[in-house]
């Protein structure tokens, strides 16, 4: 028997449509991408950057999270259509906004525009790369690549399926922690929820 209510099941239909208006041409937006150049940087994308990473504070979405990224991504994608995406420091505020999207296009598109931050050498360029293909890999039902992404699974985390050929080397060439260090990151995440659920049931 199918016990999901009716409003749920709005929910996702809601979800479905507001995904399919923010489809996008990416091979065609990429083949009009320049490279980062120097020059002054988009004042209200750093904004709406800082504004991404307010919403994230200690892991965490704040309400209504989803709504303000949708439309963050609205600015993103209207600057990029009109070459106001200029410099490195806008490719990787861009590229960040871009990572926290539901479709995989704006994953990919995430990765490429902080790789070319990255190549011109933006701080924390490579790491946000390294997610961005991680997130579009996972969205793909395919092994990430460098092991950045966690999922909830009823209640606990978990490291998402990593591919084992990518060595420790290739995560330091882009600013990743060893894998090592990615599964003591799990166990402290986990160790963190379990210590909250045991203070709220005292």
Do not use: C
Not at 113 to 126: E, I, K, N, V, Y
Not at 154 to 179: I, K, M, N, Q, S
């Amino acid at each position: 028997m199918d016990m999901e209510g009716p409003s749920s099941t709005a929910r996702r239909f809601q979800r479905r449509v507001a995904d399919q208006a923010e489809m996008f041409n990416l091979p065609g937006l990429l083949l009009r991408l320049p490279p980062p150049r120097p020059g002054r940087s988009v004042q209200r994308l750093r904004k709406l950057f800082e504004a991404d990473q307010d919403d994230r504070r200690e892991g965490k979405l704040s309400p209504g999270a989803g709504e303000r990224d949708r439309e963050r991504r609205k600015f993103v994608m209207s600057l990029l259509d009109d070459g106001q995406v200029r410099t490195a420091a806008d490719f990787y505020h861009a590229a960040m906004i871009l990572q926290h999207a539901t479709l995989p296009e704006h994953n990919h598109l995430g990765f490429e525009l902080a790789r070319r931050a990255a190549d011109a050498g933006h701080p924390g360029a490579r790491w946000l790369a390294a997610a961005a293909m991680d997130r579009w890999l996972m969205k793909k039902g395919l092994p990430q690549k460098f092991g950045t992404q966690y999922v909830d699974d009823g209640g606990v985390w978990d490291l998402y399926w990593v591919d084992p050929a990518t060595t420790d080397d290739e995560r330091a060439e882009w600013d990743v922690p060893t894998l090592t260090e990615a599964y003591e990151l799990l166990a402290a995440m986990n160790e963190e929820e379990h210590g909250k659920g045991a203070t709220a049931r005292e």
